[in-house]
Nanobody, 120 residues
Framework: QVQLVESGGGLVQAGGSLRLSCTAS????????MGWFRQAPGKEREHVARISWSTGSTYYADSVKGRFTISRDNAKNTMYLQMNSLKPEDTAVYYCAAEFPPFTGSYDYWGQGTQVTVSS
C-alpha cells in the first residue's frame, strides 16, 4: 500500500506561481512512477505530468509544457509540481498518483486532491 498526501494548493492571480507537493509513504521502494492529474468542474481528468522515480524522466501535457515543472526528492519521498505563469484555465483539483510495474498508464494509488484556483 502507498499513501499519498498533496499540499500547496490555493488561490493565485493569473501569471502567478504555486508549488504543489505530494509525499508518499508506505511501499515506496523499488521502481515506480508518479504523476499529477487535474480535473476541473465539468471536464475530464487530465494527465498533467509524470516522472519516473528511478530515472527522473518526465512527461508533460502540451497544455502545461514550458510552464510547469515536475521534480522529485528521493530522500523525502516527495514529488513537486512547480506551476508558473498560471492561467485561469489551470483552475482545477490537482491529484497526485503513483504507478507500479507493469506501467500501463493505469495508476495504482491516488491522493485526496488539492484545489488550485487562478483568478483573472
Amino acid at each position: 500500500q502507498v499513501q499519498l498526501v498533496e499540499s500547496g494548493g490555493g488561490l493565485v492571480q493569473a501569471g502567478g506561481s504555486l508549488r504543489l507537493s505530494c509525499t508518499a509513504s508506505g511501499r515506496t521502494n523499488g521502481n515506480y512512477a508518479m504523476g499529477w492529474f487535474r480535473q476541473a468542474p465539468g471536464k475530464e481528468r487530465e494527465h498533467v505530468a509524470r516522472i519516473s522515480w528511478s530515472t527522473g524522466s518526465t512527461y508533460y501535457a502540451d497544455s502545461v509544457k514550458g510552464r510547469f515543472t515536475i521534480s522529485r526528492d528521493n530522500a523525502k519521498n516527495t514529488m513537486y509540481l512547480q506551476m508558473n505563469s498560471l492561467k485561469p484555465e489551470d483552475t482545477a483539483v490537482y491529484y497526485c498518483a503513483a504507478e507500479f510495474p507493469p506501467f500501463t498508464g493505469s495508476y495504482d494509488y491516488w491522493g485526496q486532491g488539492t484545489q488550485v484556483t487562478v483568478s483573472s
